[in-house]
């Protein structure tokens, strides 16, 4: 059965520095590695979907990287913004779709 | 293009009462899922349709939910009779396919009493 963790649970910072979110699985058989953004109260947003033969993918701020064969994935956000405050959920694919979910970690920038 | 709905929001209900959800997802996409998000939690697979059949819902409470895809395009999840620990959010997300982006809707928070 597919676990996926996400340390820590909270991470506060000041405005204007990078960081490293951290995602990890324990079966590496997976078909591909999704990072979404949770606002309180709402829905998920997508942010970067990585195929599992990928290593990283790019969005503006946000670089997200794999590792299959450490079970590993992290999610760089570059010069944080108070607006970047949110929890970070990533979710690890199998081929028929399925997806599991970490707990998220919840972000704090502040001004 | 239009996102997933979901509808209602919100919903009080007392325990042992009845419940459904409904979900419209983004057009021409062929998977549809149930999640389930306790507080604090990340949301949980209910139940996953491909069109308009079941894929996968080895974690549905078959007991007391059911859903449906009618036609492969909207879909219901009822919960009959509701318990206290069904208090949640109950998010519905959509893709183009099995391994495509997930798009998920805005949620129905349920609170049973």
């Known amino acids: 059965k597919q676990e996926v963790t996400q340390i820590p649970a909270a991470l506060s910072v000041p405005e204007g520095e990078n960081l490293v979110l951290n995602c990890s699985f324990t079966d590496s058989a997976i078909y591909n590695l999704q990072w979404f953004r949770q606002d309180p109260g709402k829905g998920l947003t997508s942010l970067l979907l990585i195929q599992s033969s990928q290593r990283e993918q790019t969005s503006g701020r946000l670089n997200a990287s794999l590792d299959k064969s450490s079970g590993r994935s992290t999610l760089y956000i570059a010069a944080s913004q108070p607006g970047d405050s949110a929890t970070y959920l990533c979710a690890v694919g199998t081929n028929a779709g399925k997806s599991t979910f970490g707990d998220g970690t919840t972000l704090t920038v502040k001004p | 293009e239009a996102g997933v709905a979901q509808s209602p929001r919100y919903k009080i209900i007392e325990k042992r009462q009845s419940v459904a959800f409904w979900c419209n997802p983004i057009?021409?996409?062929?998977?549809l899922y149930w999640y389930q998000q306790i507080l604090g939690q990340g949301p949980k697979l209910l139940i996953q349709?491909?069109?308009?059949?079941?894929?996968?819902d080895s974690q549905l409470p078959k007991d007391r939910f059911s859903a449906e895809r009618l036609k492969g395009v909207d879909s219901t999840l009822k919960i009959q009779p509701a318990k206290l620990e069904d208090s949640a959010v109950y998010l519905c997300?959509?893709?183009?396919?099995?391994?495509?982006?997930?798009?998920f809707g805005p949620g129905t928070r349920l609170t049973v009493t």
């Open positions: 349709f491909q069109n308009n059949g079941v894929v996968d």
């Open positions: 997300a959509s893709s183009l396919d099995r391994v495509y982006e997930q798009y």
């Open positions: 057009s021409g996409h062929a998977t």
